[in-house]
């Protein structure tokens, strides 16, 4: 078991930035990748950004250029950086793992944590 804590939503103007972390506790042995998704009102989750234990990273297209995604093993936390943010980018963000190998792999999910960016 994992338990992901999310912290740093909240709200902001256009053009600012905000950082959220997430903290994982529990059986961290086994993550693999940590990352962040988000789900605005009437939209599907999206990827935000991703990043595997080796410290490669993904980007979702509405981060690129815009978000740093970044991980400290140690502490089992990742953050995300998001800077310029824009009214689009409005939307509960959750924390995401996956964890554990072959058939006993699983996601993980945060309680989200939401992010206003007015106009």
């Known amino acids: 078991q994992v338990q992901l804590v999310e912290s740093g939503g909240g709200l902001v103007q256009a053009g600012g930035s905000l950082r959220l972390s997430c903290a994982a506790s529990?059986?961290?042995?086994?993550?693999?990748?940590m990352g962040w998704y988000r789900q605005g009102a009437g939209k599907q989750r999206e990827l935000v950004a991703e990043i595997y234990s080796r410290g490669t990273t993904d980007y979702g297209d509405s981060a690129k250029g815009r978000f740093t995604i970044s991980r400290d093993n140690g502490k089992n936390t990742v953050y995300l950086q998001m800077n310029s943010l824009k009214p689009e980018d409005t939307a509960v963000y959750y924390c995401?793992?996956?964890w554990g190998f072959g058939h006993e792999a699983r996601d993980y999910w945060g309680q989200g944590t939401q992010v206003t960016v007015s106009s």
């Open positions: 529990g059986d961290t042995f086994s993550i693999r990748t």
């Open positions: 995401h793992t996956e």
